[in-house]
């Protein structure tokens, strides 16, 4: 079954919106997998995000996810990669429909929430790199 890697921000912790947003995913009727509270090393979230190693706000993006403890987590369920970005919302608060998660709770792209992978590869990839001691079954 697809699987994806969902993290709530610093931000998200710290505003009080974690039970808001594992409801909306588990209303939807996808599974949660794993779950975690942690916080982010410099070095983790460069090796998170080191896609995006050439942009100019790649310092500011790193330094915003040390800012405070993350929630980090495994969702289950079918097509959860695409549908979850879905329920998560366009990158840029600004562009995001009222209804998601960004659309409802965020106005700055630099402060945007939550996280979710974007293709099933990254969600192995990501899954891989937050939960290396594994994930139920
Ligand atoms: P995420 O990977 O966090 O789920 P995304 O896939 O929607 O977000 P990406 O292009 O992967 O978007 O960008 C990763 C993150 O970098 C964004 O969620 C946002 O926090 C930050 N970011 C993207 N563009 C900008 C920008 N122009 N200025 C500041 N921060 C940005
Ligand atoms: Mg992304």
Redo the contacts with the bound molecule.
Sequence with gaps: NERTYI?I?PDGVQRGLVAEIIARFARKGFTLRAMKMMNVTKEHAEKH?A??SS?P?FG??VS?MCSGPVVAMVWEGKDVVKTG?KI?G???PAASEPGTIRGDFCIE????V?????AVESANHEIGLWFPEGVCE
């Design positions: 993290m921000k995000y896609d995006l942009k706000f500011g993006l915003y970005r998560i366009a990158t840029n792209v630099g402060r945007n939550i996280h979710g992978s974007d």
